[in-house]
Nanobody
């Protein structure tokens, strides 16, 4: 079993920044892709960004140029730096990682006020 613990959410004004962090722990042998998803009220969970073990990243079109995903393979962590935040970025953000199966964190709330 792998546990994912997110941190770093909060309330920020439009144009502000936040950095989310996710730490993986437990039975880790070969952690694969790591990612961030989000779910806004009344909407389905959506992909935000993903990063491979070698550092190749992919983003949701609407966050390109504003969000940056990074990982530290030695520490089994993945961060999401979010800049120039907009009210439409308001959501619960979830960490996602693959270690023989997909695991999810509990989520961290990000609220962007207008």
């Amino acid at each position: 079993q792998v546990q994912l613990l997110e941190s770093g959410g909060g309330l920020v004004q439009t144009g502000g920044s936040l950095r989310l962090s996710c730490a993986a722990s437990g039975s880790i042998r070969n952690l694969g892709n790591m990612a961030w998803y989000r779910q806004a009220p009344g909407k389905q969970r959506e992909f935000v960004a993903t990063i491979t073990v070698t550092g190749f990243s992919t983003y949701l079109e609407s966050v390109k140029g504003r969000f940056t995903i990074r990982r530290d393979n030695a520490k089994n962590t993945v961060d999401l730096q979010m800049d120039n935040l907009k009210p439409e970025d308001t959501a619960v953000y979830y960490c996602n990682a693959y270690e023989s199966q997909w695991y999810w964190g509990q989520g961290t709330q990000v609220t962007v006020s207008s």
